[in-house]
Each structure stands twice: as C-alpha cells, then as structure tokens.
C-alpha cells in the first residue's frame, strides 16, 4: 500500500458524513493496521526476492563448482572409421553420453587425413571411467562395426604438471579456440612422479602455436603422453612429425601420435561441456 493510499484511510468519503466520526483511537487502529500490511506486504516480497536470488545464486555457483570440479581419470577414444565430421551422429550420440555416470566432459576429436571419430573425456573417478570403456564405450563402437582404441589415464597425478602447461582440463579458461589437438603417448614405464615434466615442460612452453597440455598418466601402465591444444593445424602437424619424434628419440622408445581438427567438432565439444570451448 502506497502513502497516497494511507492518507486516504483517513480522510472522511462522501458517505462517512452522515456517520458517526471515528474516535481517535480507531483513527490509530485503522493506521495501525495499514502500515502492518504495508510492512508484511514489503517484508514478504523482500523475502521472497532474498529467497530467490539465493537460490539463483546457489545455482550459479553449483554449475562453477561442476566446471571446476577436477577430473580424477581421462579417457581417450578413437573408432576406426572414415565419416567427414559434419556427417557423424554427434547428436544422438552426445545425448546418450550426457547420461554416462561420472562423465564431466568430453572433447571431440576429428582425424586429419583420416577422418576418424574419437574423444578425450574426464571422469569423476577411475572407476566410472573403466565402466565406460568396459561397458558403453564398445556397445557404441560395435553399433557403427568399428574396431576402437581406448586408453585410461590418471588424472590426479598429472595436475600438477598440467596446470603449469595452462590445462583447461583444471580450471585453466583458455584466452582462444584451439584449431587442432595433437594425442600423444610413449611406450615407456615411468610413474608419473618420476617422470621428467618439470624439464620437458620449458621446452614445451617454446613450440609454435602450443596453447595448452594435459599430461596423461596411463593406468596400470605408467606410460606417457598428452592432449595438446594448438592454434593451427599446420602447427600442430609440426610438433608431431618433428619435434615429438626427435624429443622421444633420445629415450629409445616407440610412441604414438595423432592429429585432430579442433574446429570442426566445436559445436559438439561445446555440447560436451569441452573446457577448450568455453
């Protein structure tokens, strides 16, 4: 009730002139009475407004803390298929991986020269990953009747490392959209606690085009390796065909290395909550 409507309370109506005028203590009642639904009116809005912004805010704040949650395992995909990406079900598939337990987000990846399908994902624990793989990962891949390739990697070990490499994957915002991922990993057996990263990661610092790396600890296997952010494609191309290979070389081991185009997924990775695509 506004203050014109309480000076009206008062003030006597054509009607009231042949009443009995009210005495002043029910003048104070009436007053009285106006000024407290006034103020319940005002108190209950306000309530009712500090109720809601809390529960927007709460809200807000449970979707940060789900993009900042740190992964504790990734996984790494990649189905032996040829499908230009615009043709790829990304869709229907998206829907049913956004129902996978313990799945934070995935990266698409889309082969150069190749075509083929794949993904990085995080997971909220190592065991949730090994479902994945286990269980809905190669339904997918017989459904389409491709061979695949899965790896799982311990996240927790590696954070350390990553974050010093910028890592989105933990709560690093990227200041670009990459243009190509680069998936590395050496056959060798080092626990990643022994590994060499705080060396390696200068001279990593250093590549052209080089974005970000989230070092990959392989479960059960100690092996190493990465998902490395570029800005181009012909950058990424580089470090894989020449500066990874002579890197690794000097630990006489064999390696594996592929090349994805970042651009055409962008749209399905943002659908996956990919932490490059923010």
């Given amino acids: 009730m506004h203050e014109d409507q309480l000076s009206r309370v008062d003030e006597p109506t054509a009607s009231s002139v042949d009443r009995p005028s009210a005495t002043p203590s029910q003048n104070s009642v009436t007053r009285r009475a106006a000024l407290g639904l006034t103020a319940g009116a005002t108190a209950g809005a306000l309530l009712a407004s500090g109720i809601g912004s809390r ?44 129902k996978q337990p313990g799945l934070l987000n995935k990266t ?62 933990f709560g690093v915002t990227p200041d670009s959209k990459p243009g190509a991922f680069v998936y590395t990993e050496v056959q060798i057996n080092v626990p990643f606690e022994k590994a060499p990263w705080r060396d390696r990661n200068p001279h990593l610092k250093q590549q052209p085009g080089l974005m970000a790396k989230t070092w990959l600890s392989g479960l ?59």
Avoid: C
């Fill in 220 to 278: 059960h296997t100690n092996t190493l390796g990465g998902i490395d952010a570029f800005d181009t494609i012909e950058n990424a191309k580089a470090f894989a065909l020449n500066d990874f290979p002579a890197q690794i070389a000097k630990m006489n081991a064999a390696f594996y290395t592929r090349v994805f185009d970042a651009g055409v997924a962008e749209e399905a990775s943002r659908q996956m909550r990919s932490p490059f695509f923010i």
């Fill in 55 to 98: 529960m927007s805010l709460a809200a807000t704040l449970s979707t940060q803390e789900e993009k900042k949650m740190s992964p504790k395992a990734f996984v790494y995909t990649e189905v032996q298929i040829s499908v230009p990406f615009a043709d790829a079900p990304w869709r229907d598939i998206n829907a049913a991986l956004l």
């Fill in 108 to 169: 698409w990846l889309a082969g150069v020269g190749n075509n083929s399908l794949g993904g990085i994902y995080a997971f909220d624990s190592i065991e949730n990953a090994q479902a994945f793989v286990t269980g809905y990962f190669p339904q997918e891949a017989r459904q389409v009747g491709a061979a695949h390739n899965t790896r799982i990697f311990d996240a927790a070990v590696v954070e350390a490392a990553s974050r010093d490499m910028d890592s989105p994957h």
